[in-house]
């Protein structure tokens, strides 16, 4: 099973400011198969990166994804006051899905 | 447009059997590469993905819990039912089902439910 390790655990910025989230894994993942999420609190996980650069329906171009192998970036360019979340990584590799812990992006 | 939502028992005894239903409606599990899939959440804790079912009805599950945890679908009433066997106070979690996207993610989640499992 692929292991996901997300990068740092907490980062605390302020508003306007960019953030680096990086997310790691135990082994080669195809970037077809690397998403990343946003979740707010009391919410449903929404669906932000797939196939590691590719921004889902409505998600605005302040976040951008890249990498690929075991190492994966999610960017947040100008943090909006409504970005302080959790943010995981996701992979799917031969018929499993894994989770990273999650990155908690608060405000400074 | 595109929703799903789950449904079940808020509180469950220990050893007991949980039964999910997920309902949705925008999509159906008949066109072919259409997948829908459950994921838990412990409170304060990171998600898990559970279990899978395709439109030509392949099931997989996570390896560790595949013993316990059975996924079905309902075609003709837009619904997959996951069941989980045994259920102990560490199953304490809200449950999401969502519709698996174009490469391995999940672009459309339900609400979750939060289930309890306490004597």
């Known amino acids: 099973e692929i292991v996901l390790t997300q990068s740092p655990g907490t980062l605390s910025l302020s508003p306007g400011e960019s953030a680096t989230l990086s997310c790691r894994a135990s082994?080669?993942?195809?970037?077809?198969?690397l998403a990343w999420y946003q979740q707010k609190p009391g919410q449903a996980p929404r669906l932000l990166i797939y196939a590691a650069s590719s921004r889902a329906i409505g998600i605005p171009d302040r976040f951008s994804g890249s990498g690929s192998g075991t190492d994966f970036t999610l960017t947040i360019s100008r943090l909006e006051p409504e970005d302080f979340a959790v943010y995981y990584c996701q992979q799917y590799d031969n018929s499993r899905f894994t989770f990273g812990p999650g990155t908690k992006v608060d405000i400074k | 447009q595109v929703t799903l939502k789950e449904s079940g028992p808020a509180l469950v005894k220990p050893t007991q059997t949980l039964t999910l239903t997920c309902a949705f409606s925008?999509?159906?599990?008949?066109?072919?590469?259409?997948?829908v899939g459950w994921i838990r959440q412990p409170p304060g804790k990171a998600l898990e993905w559970l279990a899978l079912i395709d439109w030509d009805d392949n099931k997989y599950y996570n390896t560790s819990l595949k013993t316990r945890l059975t996924i079905s679908k309902d075609t003709s009433k837009n619904q997959v039912v996951l069941t989980m066997t045994n259920m102990d106070p560490v199953d304490t979690a809200t449950y999401y089902c969502a519709r698996e996207g174009l490469a391995g993610d999940f672009d459309f989640w339900g609400q979750g439910t939060l289930v309890t499992v306490s004597s």
């Open positions: 082994q080669i993942v195809s970037s077809r198969y």
């Open positions: 925008g999509f159906s599990l008949t066109t072919s590469g259409v997948c």
